[in-house]
Structures are given as structure tokens and as C-alpha cells.
């Protein structure tokens, strides 16, 4: 009997112990000290919001696959288009504020449209430093997008919705970003959006991974990076903190590997703009 008792006694620690170990793999740092923030399973640390406030629907529109979220997929293909609705827009948010980070994670689009699709087409976007949690939140955003028509990317964009702020600087003829260092001025007419540094370095409706960065120091600046290269740069960011969201909006899109890596103190910007 006590030998029984003690293989009983041995099999209830061991589960314990994996079942902690299991736990502990989702906020292990990396080598490089990053950390999972969505770690494929379930929605620990995350909570959903849709703009029609349904949240059943919302576990249907961000749908975990194989570790990923994979936007829309239990939803038919030209989803509520042209109604002038867009339910379905939305944001999967952290729970957690931050400030001083490099957030980075990958992005591929899908084949169904929805919504709003005929004015913006494949969008998409990661909001940070976000206050408050309407749909759309006031929160500065990258903006994710391939406007098919024009064959252009619009990953790297800078959306500054009503209630934020911040000091950009851009080609005085294309209107696309430019560091000062090579001649780019600071905006004259203020906008909301600031388009990123033209590149031919993304993956648009291919099946294929894109790699972003949004690297954020508190108040002071936030380097945008498109597959390994700095898109776009701004300054003096008004809020300096909040929690992360990831949006749903007019199409099909997978992303997966988000993580992050935290700072105490800031990083001078020299650092992650040395070419």
C-alpha cells in the first residue's frame, strides 16, 4: 500500500511539474531576450473585441490554427461587403501596458475580403500605446497593407488617429518618410497618415511570410521595420505607453511568432538605425 501511495504521490508531481514546465515555455526568453507574447494555444493575456461587441463572434473571427491567428477563417469569403457595417472590424488586445520594447512578429495575407474592402484594400494593423479600446482606439498604429490595384505596400505606414501625436519627417515630393540626416522635412500640413519609405522588399497576396518590428521607446520614437528594413521613424509620441492590439479589418490575414522584449531604461535611437 505505501508503495502504491508513493507511485501515486510520484506520477501527481510529475504532472505537476510539467504542467509548470509547459507554462513556463510561454514567457521563456530567447536567446536574444525575447519573450511569446501569443503562445498558439489559447488567449491567456489577450482579451477580443469586435466593433458589434459580440464576443462569440469574436472567438470566430480570430481563430487559433496551428499556432497562429488566423483572421476569418470560419467565415465565408466576401464577408459583409459594402454594407457599411464592419462588424467584423476589431482588435485582439494584451491585457498588459508597454512602453520600451521591440515587438516583433510575422504577417501573411489570406484570400477572402471583407467589409470596407472596396476603399482599402488587404488591411490590416498593429495599434500600441493605446488608451482606451474603441474600434478604432486611440493608440498609434502600423499600419498593414498591399492595395492590390496600384501594386504598392503600405506596410510601415503611420496612422496617427484623433487624441495621439507625434513629429514625422518625409521626402518634400513624395510625401514618404525620410530620415532629416538625408534631407527629409518635417510635415507642414498635419495628416494622419505618413506613408512609409517606398521599398520593393515585402510579400504581398503570395502565400508568403513578412517579418515586421515596431521598435518603441517610451515617448521618444518608434522605428518601424519591413522585413529588415527601417520604413519609418517617428518622434515625441503622445501617449508614451499602453497595451498592444491587432486588428481585423477588410481581409483574410495570418500572423504568428509575436513576441517581445522589454527595456528598462531608454535605448538611444542611434542604435537600431545604423546602417
Not at 180 to 204: C, I
Not at 223 to 241: M, Q, R
Request: net charge neutral; charged share 25%; aromatic share 14%.
Amino acid at each position: 500500500m505505501k508503495n502504491r501511495n508513493r507511485l501515486r504521490l510520484s506520477s501527481i508531481l510529475l504532472v505537476m511539474i510539467f504542467s509548470i514546465v509547459a507554462k513556463a515555455q510561454n514567457t521563456v526568453q530567447t536567446n536574444d531576450g525575447f519573450v511569446k507574447l501569443f503562445n498558439g494555444e489559447n488567449w491567456d493575456g489577450w482579451h477580443l473585441k469586435l466593433r458589434n461587441g459580440d464576443e462569440e463572434m469574436a472567438k470566430k473571427v480570430y481563430a487559433i490554427e496551428d499556432g497562429m491567428v488566423h483572421v476569418f477563417k470560419n467565415f465565408q469569403d466576401s464577408i459583409d461587403m459594402n454594407t457599411g457595417e464592419n462588424g467584423t472590424h476589431g482588435l485582439f488586445y494584451t491585457n498588459k501596458k508597454y512602453s520600451k520594447y521591440i515587438l516583433r512578429f510575422q504577417y501573411k495575407w489570406g484570400t477572402k475580403i471583407a467589409n470596407n474592402f472596396d476603399r482599402w484594400q488587404y488591411d490590416a494593423g498593429v495599434y500600441y500605446h493605446v488608451i482606451d479600446e474603441k474600434i478604432w482606439p486611440t493608440g498609434i498604429e502600423y499600419q498593414i497593407r498591399y492595395d492590390h490595384i496600384k501594386k504598392s505596400n503600405h506596410t510601415g505606414d503611420l496612422i496617427r488617429p484623433k487624441g495621439t501625436d507625434y513629429t514625422w519627417y518625409c521626402d518634400e515630393e513624395s510625401k514618404t518618410y525620410l530620415h532629416p540626416n538625408d534631407g527629409g522635412k518635417p510635415e507642414v500640413k498635419r495628416d494622419w497618415m505618413h506613408l512609409a519609405a517606398p521599398t520593393k522588399n515585402f510579400q504581398a497576396v503570395n502565400g508568403k511570410w513578412n517579418q515586421c518590428e515596431i521598435i518603441v521607446m517610451g515617448a521618444q520614437y518608434a522605428i518601424y521595420k519591413l522585413n529588415g528594413d527601417v520604413v519609418n521613424v517617428a518622434y515625441n509620441l503622445s501617449p508614451g505607453e499602453g497595451i498592444l492590439g491587432f486588428q481585423s479589418e477588410t481581409a483574410e490575414i495570418y500572423y504568428q511568432n509575436i513576441e517581445i522584449k522589454e527595456f528598462d531604461e531608454i535605448v538611444p535611437i542611434e542604435k537600431f538605425l545604423k546602417k
